[in-house]
């Protein structure tokens, strides 16, 4: 059984990280605002940077399985692929403290982060070649290959996520449907 004190010292400490900034957030403060002691941090997770990169790959798993649910769901390809990127800007837009932690420490964590990310990509090609190679039989995608595609979308909802976290202006879901129909039908 999962122990509700890790999910709370997560929580917390992805609320601080985005807060303070994961180099001035303080393990005390991630204790207290968790209601546990720094030891019960300690028992969990080797580090507080063992925390962070925690913290990004449980959510990058979580976006993995909306994305997943979106592909194999049994809407027109183009209608799974506004869906999914829809579901994804919405999870990013209401795990706020989430997007701002990736931005603001990506820079630092990149080696570990972008091999976790990378690795999702690669466990997860075969479906998403599946997907794209039925939009391909319609016209789309064709210029790229699949691992190519999915990179070019993915940095399209980073950049969107990465101005819409700075600013905290419109809705991230309704910028990012809108950027990926542009992709999608070209630039008219």
């Not at 979580?62 to 990127?85: K, T």
Request: proline share 3%; charged share 25%.
């Amino acid at each position: 059984m999962d122990d509700p004190r890790r999910a709370r010292i997560l929580t917390a400490a992805q609320d601080v990280f985005a807060r303070e900034g994961f180099r001035t957030a303080e393990v005390k403060t991630i204790a207290e605002q968790a209601a546990v002691g720094k030891a019960t941090i300690y028992k969990f997770f080797s580090s507080k940077e063992a925390l962070l990169l925690t913290i990004v790959e449980e959510n990058l798993n979580d976006i993995r399985d909306i994305i997943l649910s979106a592909l194999m769901s049994v809407e027109p390809p183009l209608e799974r692929l506004e869906n999914l990127c829809r579901n994804v800007a919405r999870y990013l837009e209401q795990n706020q403290a989430f997007s701002r932690v990736l931005i603001q420490e990506a820079g630092d964590f990149m080696g570990d982060i972008q091999r976790n990310y990378l690795a999702l990509i690669e466990q997860n090609l075969p479906v998403a070649d599946a997907f794209f190679n039925e939009l391909r039989k319609d016209g789309y995608f064709v210029a790229l290959p699949t691992r190519d595609t999915i990179l070019l979308m993915v940095n399209l909802v980073i950049g969107t996520t990465y101005t819409w976290a700075l600013t905290g202006e419109g809705s991230l879901e309704a910028q990012a449907a809108d950027y990926m129909k542009v992709l999608i039908r070209g630039l008219r």
